[in-house]
Every structure is written in C-alpha cells, then in structure tokens.
C-alpha cells in the first residue's frame, strides 16, 4: 500500500513539473503570438503582400492548432459582457462591472488548461 501511494504521488507530481514547464514555454511564446496578431492585423495593398498574409495566418493557424492540444486557448473579448475573472478592463466606467460589455480588445488572453495565464486587456462600456 506505501509502495502504491508513493507510486501516485511520483506520477503526481511529475504531471505538474510537466504542466508548469509548459505553462512558462507557452508564457514565453505571448509576446510572438502578439506580434502575429498585430501582423494578421494588416490590410494588404498588393498581390505579394496579400500571399504573405495568407502565409502567415496559416503558419499562425497551424501554431494554434498545436498549442490547443495542450490545453492552450484564447480568451473570447470582443463583444461578450465584461467577466472580471478573465478580462482586465483599462478603460471604460467604473464601478462593479454589471451589465458592461466589452466594446474593444486591446491584447488579447489566453489560458492553459482552463487557468488563466494572461487576462485580456478590454475597453467596455455600459450596456
């Protein structure tokens, strides 16, 4: 019975040395993630340029893809009602956030297994 529980707890506690050395990779990879957004982001004025983007959503299509495996996904924002555990408002009314509806991302959140990793920056107004 020692051997068994100390069996589960090894299998334990390597599960969450495997969870939070993902989670920093996945951290680390926050700051591309942004600047593939800001670069999708983009209008294209010109035939090469509408190739490139194409090139790029797909890479970051495919990226995404890959992190979802392990749990990874973003945080919706645009449009849905200010919920203070996932969005981080920077401007918009005071007070305790009832009835306010997020009008703007600003940076995009994401979490990691259900955990949020990084809240979503929003501006909201009073619906």
């Given at each position: ?53 194409s090139g790029m959503a797909d890479t970051h299509r495919l990226l ?44 995009r959140g994401y979490t990691l297994r259900g955990k949020v990793i ?10």
């Open positions: 019975a020692e051997f068994d529980n100390y069996r589960k707890r090894t299998a334990r506690e390597r599960d969450e040395i495997v969870d939070r050395a993902s989670q920093r990779v996945i951290e680390r990879l926050l700051p591309t993630l942004d600047s593939f957004t800001a670069a999708l982001a983009y209008q294209p004025q010109t035939q090469p340029e509408e190739k490139l983007l995404m893809e890959t992190l979802a495996t392990e749990g990874f996904a973003a945080i919706e924002a645009s449009g849905v009602p200010f919920d203070p555990a996932v969005h981080e408002a920077v401007t918009g009314p005071g007070g305790d956030g009832d009835g306010d509806l997020i009008v703007t991302e600003m940076r990084r809240a979503a920056l929003v501006a909201v107004e009073h619906a």
